[in-house]
């Protein structure tokens, strides 16, 4: 989900979504549970809203043929934010995606509220890279990745400012730090063992004729 122009002048959000959704199938004069897994690679369109900009920003991106998925970010204490909602309303109406699908023109919704995710001190970004899975309701989940937001801005700006990574990231680095010290120090080991082996037989005395 790239930067836009469309967006909110309160809010900044970049990230790469997917989704997996259970559904009924009616195979044969029988139901069977089954499910399916979309990439949002094509976005229709985004709409925000700040009217309530102490408290509450909103971004919904519209795709897929009227599917709108919302994030609701809240504003805690005027200190932090965090992700607070997220809803999504779909349909089964795609053969091909959800093949066998009963009900498919229903209209359906996914929620999710009383979250804390994604939460980062006002006036900066919130970073994560790794994936993160959201079960919004019963039969959708969220998976999001390179993930970056930045809701109640004052004024549109180009960018992010300086980002709160997650603990997956900070995690994966940290547990690299050591594996990489201690590959240095067991190659330094084995240089200096080397040297030494060297120096001791170009040192050696040789046998003297008597």
Excluded at 61 to 73: C, G, I
Excluded at 139 to 165: C, H, R, W
Aim: hydrophobic content about 40%.
């Amino acid at each position: 989900m790239p930067e836009d122009e469309s967006l909110p002048a309160c809010l900044r959000v970049n990230t790469s979504l997917e989704l997996t959704i259970d559904y009924v199938a009616l195979i044969n004069g029988t139901n069977t549970n089954e499910s399916a897994t979309l990439t949002l690679d094509k976005i229709d369109s985004y709409t925000g809203d700040c009217a309530n900009n102490q408290s509450y920003n909103t971004l919904s991106v519209t795709f897929r043929t009227n599917w709108q998925l919302t994030f609701n970010y809240t504003l805690v204490n005027a200190a932090y934010f965090e992700l607070f909602s997220v809803k999504l309303d779909y349909a089964l109406d795609d053969n091909s995606t959800f093949p066998n699908a009963a009900e498919p023109s229903v209209k359906r919704t996914a929620f999710v509220a009383n979250l804390t995710e994604f939460s980062a001190n006002k006036g900066n970004s919130y970073k994560c890279f790794s994936k993160t899975i959201l079960p919004v309701g019963d039969d959708v989940s969220l998976q999001l990745s390179n993930y970056q937001a930045q809701p109640f801005l004052s004024e549109k700006t180009q960018g992010f400012d300086t980002a709160i990574e997650c603990s997956a990231d900070t995690t994966g680095t940290s547990k690299l730090v050591p594996i990489i010290v201690g590959s240095a120090l067991a190659v330094l080991v084995v240089l200096v063992l080397v040297a030494y082996v060297i120096g001791r037989r170009k040192h050696r005395p040789g046998y003297q004729q008597v």
